[in-house]
């Protein structure tokens, strides 16, 4: 059965500490690993990858793709309180699979 | 603009009544879905369609019916809705499945009473 696994499933930290979260995935004819922030609307895209250890950058956001473990990470560096969001994981194979997500939570 | 466009944002309706949420994309793309989102349980997949008139069950498809008449549209049919489809209910398109991201609705925010 195909699946998306993230965790953790809730975080609570302070403003400026650095965050990382996890997805691995068991999904057949992998194609893409996607991540999206949904803050009490829709989910908006963040990043997509395809290729093995190469990281993708948007200020302090950052993931990267282990096709070999089949996971990627999301890290957050410095973090606001307007990252607190709900972060999910998505990997496209013949349909797209959703994580259950990953809720942040930055208190100042 | 480049949108996915759902109707309505909110929805209260009555048991058994029978309804349909609508979503149109006017991006020509071909793969469109419907997603449920509910407290711990994430997004999870009702149905999905490639293409125009071929759609196929997702994990949670009980209850519900679409169709695919033309590519722009994809509406999600409640024949008789229950209390337990009470949740936020998410249409989103992509080129295809694959190298593309997916474009997502405002979503549409049901209570069945």
């Known amino acids: 059965e195909d699946k998306v696994v993230q965790s953790p499933l809730s975080l609570v930290v302070h403003e400026g500490d650095t965050v990382t979260l996890n997805c691995s995935y068991e999904?057949?004819?992998?194609?893409?690993l996607l991540w999206y922030k949904q803050e009490k609307k829709a989910p908006t895209f963040l990043f997509m990858l395809?290729?093995?250890?190469i990281e993708k950058k948007s200020g302090r956001l950052s993931s990267i793709l282990d096709k070999k473990e089949l996971s990627s990470i999301l890290n957050i560096t410095a973090t606001q309180t307007g990252d607190s969001a709900i972060y999910l994981c998505?990997?496209?194979?013949?349909?797209?699979?959703f994580g259950t997500g990953t809720s942040l939570t930055v208190i100042p | 603009e480049a949108q996915v466009t759902q109707n309505p944002r909110y929805l209260i309706t009555v048991t058994g009544k029978k309804l349909t949420v609508t979503c149109s994309q006017n991006?020509?793309?071909?793969?469109m879905s419907w997603y449920r989102q509910d407290p711990g349980l994430g997004l999870r997949q009702i149905y999905y369609?490639?293409?125009?008139?071929?759609?196929d069950k997702g994990d949670v498809p009980e209850g519900y019916k679409v169709s695919r008449k033309e590519k722009r549209n994809f509406p999600l049919i409640l024949e008789s809705p229950s209390p337990n489809q009470t949740s936020l209910y998410f249409c989103?398109?992509?080129?295809?499945?694959?190298?593309?991201?997916?474009?997502f609705g405002q979503g549409t925010r049901l209570t069945v009473v």
């Open positions: 989103a398109s992509s080129k295809r499945t694959g190298n593309t991201e997916a474009f």
């Open positions: 999904v057949t004819n992998f194609r893409s």
């Open positions: 395809t290729s093995s250890g």
């Open positions: 998505a990997v496209a194979g013949n349909q797209f699979y």
């Open positions: 991006m020509n793309h071909e793969y």
């Open positions: 369609s490639m293409n125009v008139e071929v759609t």
